[in-house]
């Protein structure tokens, strides 16, 4: 069959529509990475000669964006399912591990995986239940979307209250408040003395260090730092991703800074971990 000249403008028109190239310079999706991101921006406005637009909104914001045409660089701190896989290129840059916190008034300093399963299922109510404050556990958790509850579901087998499933399938507590980004986690846990959370260690060392009042615990005895992150021992470790649709060469320019020197640095001095785990240590 033959398509003529007009034909094919028509064709192309509708494509273009349907995704539209990207022309601004902007990084959407896990507000995991988006400090690193934010660190190294400067560099990056420099090697683009043009502004950067950097947003949140999650893993799968960042993949969907993406996808759609909507930005040329998505920040995905998970490994990719395979419809992304399917649609989208990715690179690890790094690694990152899921961190238990509770407030730094909590006396307690680690947890089993049973007994973490039981409080954000909502049969261990009371801090007094393990050993500490007769005090009420108040439940952090996060919305559908992030990249953190999908880790802290697959290592539990706890889903949210918010997905469609089988009402078989064991849940969070409803009773748990549901937060976006870590910060926001973080600063709930710090300003409760009863709450408990996860989310990235990185972002739990930087704000335990900048004097957020909250206390990292050990999870199955191992506490989440470099060394057992890096040698598989800690229990939740996940992949920080970029994806896009096409390796551009504004898209090379960036996997060569996050891969450079400078980049390493940044991810270092952010908590994470350079992409040099060996693939028998990921999860």
């Known amino acids: ?78 490994p990719l399912n395979d419809e992304e896989r399917s649609r989208l290129q990715h690179e690890v840059i790094g690694y990152d591990a899921l961190a238990i ?34 005090r009420p556990i108040v439940l952090v958790s996060k919305e559908v979307g992030r990249s953190t509850l999908e880790l802290f579901e697959q290592y539990t087998g706890l889903l949210s209250p918010k997905r469609v499933a089988s009402e078989a399938i064991p849940r969070i507590s409803g009773k748990a408040h549901i937060i976006g980004s870590n910060l926001e ?21 930087s704000m335990d260090e900048a004097g957020l009042p909250i206390k990292i615990l050990k999870l199955e005895g191992i506490e989440p730092k470099p060394q057992s992150i890096a040698n598989g021992n800690y229990p939740i470790i996940r992949e920080l991703n970029l994806v896009f649709r096409a390796r551009t060469a504004r898209v090379d320019r960036l996997l060569q800074l996050m891969q450079g020197d400078e980049g390493i640095a940044v991810l270092r001095q952010q908590g994470f971990l350079p992409p040099v785990v060996p693939p028998g240590s990921r999860p």
């Not at 039981?118 to 393990?130: P, Q, Y």
Request: aromatic residues 2%.
């Open 1 to 78: 069959m033959t398509i003529s000249r007009s034909g094919l403008l028509a064709v192309a028109a509708i494509s273009l529509q349907l995704c539209p190239p990207v022309s601004a310079l902007e990084i959407v999706g896990a507000s995991t990475i988006q400090p690193i991101m934010k660190q190294l921006q400067p560099l990056i406005e420099r090697a683009e000669n043009e502004p950067l637009t950097l947003r949140g909104g999650g893993s799968a914001a960042g993949a969907a964006a993406v996808t759609d045409g909507r930005a040329e660089i998505g920040m995905v701190s998970r």
């Open 101 to 134: 916190v509770v407030n730094r008034a909590n006396p307690l300093m680690g947890l089993s995986k049973s007994q973490l399963i039981d409080i954000f299922a909502g049969r261990t109510s009371n801090w007094k239940e393990l050993g500490g404050p007769d």
């Open 185 to 205: 986690s973080l600063t709930l846990v710090g300003g409760l003395p009863g709450a408990i959370g996860y989310v990235s260690v990185a972002t739990a060392h």
